[in-house]
């Protein structure tokens, strides 16, 4: 209980600082809603942790539905990573193409 | 017949203007592409009279050599030579490697440092007989590409292959990667002796690592 508490709380300090830059004007409409709706989610999944535990039980799993969450949550941390690399790799291609413009028209 | 030697130099003050000067009389016009260089290496190259492009930031061999290329094809090249500003090769190879592209025999001739056993002794036992073999069996596994030498960076081209190869990479992956294109292309590809003068050794086995994962994540981008 109080672990999920603590959780709950985390969440809830990060949606003000996500509110918070959305005022700023620090982060797009889009980045906003998807972080809105995967810290909404997260504390979703912290709440129903009781019933998580049943559903992942009557999966056949071993674990319980906090180690699961663990696990899928790695594998987004993953999934992300590479999304960024991916975003770096055509940041990177964008501004060779830019240097080289440069150093051809001089 | 238009030939045009491109020198992608970073930090080489101590040896592009022996370099331009040995090239120079041998083709018809040599473009130097400064790699945002911390030395004089820019102003020298200006100095020799030649043409001199900058990059406004590091980018990579690989990127320079693409500048440099797109350049010599706006300026109507026939054939165009990729050619090290670290004095490593010699200037007496450039005919060697051109001549099957003036006969109509291959549309890109790569310089190799390993037709002739003679030519590559001085090469650390290591390179010779470890990485270098490495490099040719992943690059016939993973590319297709049987070369004696698929990381030789002295290679010459139509203005035609020029305009088919399109690689991406910036830095070392480059070679890997204009070789897969010379396949996707089915261009003509012939490979030559060349001599090489050795004062540093090149690449580490880290640097082959960083190119294959330069290359996968480029294959999984596209």
Redesign the interface.
């Given at each position: 209980m109080f672990q999920q508490t603590l959780a709950l709380i985390v969440i809830v300090f990060f949606l003000a600082r996500l509110f918070w830059q959305k005022q700023k004007k620090q982060i797009a409409i889009a980045e906003f809603i998807f972080w809105l709706f995967f810290w909404l989610i997260s504390a979703g999944a912290i709440i129903s942790l009781k019933w998580l535990d049943k559903i992942v039980a009557n999966l056949g799993f071993s674990a319980s539905g906090i180690n699961i969450l663990l696990y899928l949550s790695v594998t987004v941390l993953f999934y992300l990573i590479f999304r960024l690399?991916?975003k770096l790799?055509?940041i990177?291609?964008d501004?060779?193409k830019l240097?080289?413009h440069?150093?051809?028209k001089? | 017949m238009k030939i045009i030697c491109i020198i992608p130099a970073y930090n080489e003050a101590e040896n592009i203007v022996a370099v331009i000067n040995s090239v120079k009389p041998l083709v018809d016009e040599v473009i130097v592409i400064d790699d945002c260089s911390n030395d004089d290496t820019f102003l020298l190259a200006k100095q020799q009279g030649i043409i001199a492009l900058k990059h406004i930031i590091n980018l990579g061999q690989g990127a320079a050599l693409k500048t440099g290329t797109k350049y010599a094809i706006r300026e109507n090249a026939d054939i165009i030579i990729h050619f090290d500003a670290d004095g490593q090769f010699l200037a007496s190879d450039i005919k060697t490697v051109i001549e099957p592209l003036i006969n109509n025999q291959a549309d890109i001739v790569f310089g190799s440092r390993f037709i002739n056993k003679q030519d590559n002794i001085a090469m650390p036992v290591m390179k010779r007989c470890v990485l270098m073999p490495l490099a040719r069996l992943i690059n016939k596994l993973f590319f297709n590409i049987n070369l004696t030498d698929p990381q030789s960076g002295f290679r010459a081209m139509t203005k035609l292959a020029a305009k088919k190869i399109d690689w991406q990479q910036d830095r070392m992956a480059h070679c890997s990667e204009i070789l897969c294109q010379v396949v996707k292309h089915n261009l003509r590809i012939k490979e030559v002796p060349i001599k090489i003068i050795y004062n540093n050794f090149g690449q580490r086995f880290s640097g082959g690592v960083k190119i294959l994962v330069d290359l996968f994540l480029a294959k999984l981008i596209s």
């Open positions: 690399r991916l790799s055509k990177e291609r501004i060779t240097v080289r440069i150093a051809l001089k | -």
